[in-house]
């Protein structure tokens, strides 16, 4: 994890818009005090499957929203803040694959790449699981440390669909959330994932396949 310990001069190793957003924290809070931000995620999946209503359900009202360089593709940027913990958080371009088409999934791929991110959460539709899992299976095997977040629980479960989320976890081996952001459900159990992909040591991984036991 990009974690900074140090508790002076750290201002000065946080990007411009990180240090635009702790200024206004700063302007905002009575006691004028800052906290390090001890860790990045970013929010990526296709487009419409609830990232920025979970955006700013997690952030509140505090985001910076700016052009990605050389192209008129809009990100937000902005910080959660978790049981005294501040978490750098990114809005991704909605993007289908890590193998771009349009410049709104380049973008997206080229953020996963270039930032140093901790935990990336792809969100995806509860009603279309066997079109957006490509991607999860894309992120994986790419090494990203995921969690997914089956978002639009709600619709799912007017149409009568049920999602096994253990035997999904168990499969893929990365914590699964189910959610409908727009109710706020799902939204304590994410949060305590990303507490504790963040902050604690990982669990450990599933086994795949039969266990070789010693003779
Ligand atoms: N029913 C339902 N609608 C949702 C949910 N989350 C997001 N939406 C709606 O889905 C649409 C797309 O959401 P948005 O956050 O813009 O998706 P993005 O393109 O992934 O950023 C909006 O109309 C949201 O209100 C959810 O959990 N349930
Ligand atoms: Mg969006």
Known sequence: MNCHQC??????????WLRRLLRKNRQQSPLGQIQAI???IALVGTPNVGKSVLFHRLTGMYVDVSNYPG???EVS????KLKGHQIGIID???MYSLVPISEEEKV????????????VIHVIDAKNLGRMLPLTFQLIEAGFPVILAINMMDEADKLGLKVQSLALETELGIPVILMSATLNQGMRELKQTILQSLFLSSP?????GKLEVAP
């Not at 996963?112 to 901790?118: F, G, P």
């Not at 450990?204 to 795949?208: A, H, I, Q, R, V």
């Open 7 to 16: 508790q002076e001069n750290c201002q000065s190793q946080k990007p411009n």
């Open 38 to 40: 001890e860790g990045n």
């Open 71 to 73: 192209t008129t593709v």
């Open 77 to 80: 940027r902005g910080v959660i």
């Open 92 to 94: 991704t371009p909605g």
């Open 108 to 119: 997206a791929r080229d953020l996963l790449l270039q930032e140093s991110l901790d935990a």
């Open 204 to 208: 450990p991984k599933p086994t795949f």
